[in-house]
């Protein structure tokens, strides 16, 4: 079973920038759509981004585009989440998923530990 491990968070300043790292153990991740969700304190865990296997088609959350993109490296088994611009309000834990090509968290198999991010004002 593929394994992912979520990276990049931490704490950073508003209107600063993080990248998180999603890499996966094996390729199966080279087959598979890749998400991006997150989860604030006391919120259900939300959609952010999507990337479809090809690395040839993405979506943002309406809400985010512009500050958040979504890519990957297949020849490395890794995908991004670059977060510029960042707001309080993306504070959460953010977790990659491997699944479908979807904006749905059932259409995932597998799933990352989360990486936190903390964005102060």
């Known amino acids: 079973q593929v394994r992912l491990v979520a990276s990049g968070g931490g704490l950073v300043q508003a209107g600063g920038s993080l990248r998180l790292s999603c890499a996966a153990s094996?390729?199966?991740?080279?087959?598979?759509?890749m998400g991006w969700f997150r989860q604030a304190p006391g919120k259900e865990r939300e959609f952010v981004a999507m990337?479809?296997?090809?690395?040839?088609?993405?979506y943002v959350k309406d809400s985010l585009r512009g500050r958040f993109t979504v890519s990957r490296d297949n020849a490395i088994n890794t995908g991004y989440l670059q977060m510029d611009g960042v707001k309080p309000e993306d504070t959460a834990v953010y977790y990659c998923a491997l699944g479908r090509y979807s904006d749905s968290q059932s259409e995932y198999d597998y799933w990352g530990q989360g990486t936190q991010v903390i964005v102060s004002s």
């Open positions: 094996d390729s199966t991740f080279r087959n598979s759509g």
């Open positions: 990337i479809r296997w090809a690395g040839d088609r993405t």
